[in-house]
């Protein structure tokens, strides 16, 4: 089992920066790839930004140069950085922990809105 708590969400501005935490507990040695998804009302959740055990990184077009995927190996804690944010990055946050075989878990969410 593998446990995830997100945080750092809350509300900005248009064109303000945001960091979003997930700190994984139980079985972290298990974990391969983490990354984050998001899902805005009425829409389909999706992949924002993923990063491997050897730390490579991958996401999402409309999110390249504006967000950062990071990870703490000592503190068991990986990073989202949001930087120039738009309206459109408004949803709620989840953190995603692949452990592989089909096997993965999720956080509880963090609510992010871009608002003026």
């Known amino acids: 089992q593998v446990q995830l708590v997100e945080s750092g969400g809350g509300l900005v501005q248009p064109g303000g920066s945001l960091r979003l935490s997930c700190a994984a507990s139980g079985d972290i040695f298990r974990i391969n790839v983490m990354g984050w998804y998001r899902q805005a009302p009425g829409k389909q959740r999706e992949l924002v930004a993923g990063i491997n055990s050897d730390g490579s990184t991958d996401y999402a077009d409309s999110v390249k140069g504006r967000f950062t995927i990071s990870r703490d190996n000592a503190k068991n804690t990986v990073y989202l950085q949001m930087n120039s944010l738009k309206l459109a990055d408004t949803a709620v946050y989840y953190c995603?922990?692949?452990?592989?075989?089909?096997?993965?878990?999720w956080g509880q969410g963090t609510q992010v809105t871009v608002s003026s």
């Open positions: 995603n922990a692949d452990v592989g075989w089909g096997e993965d878990y």
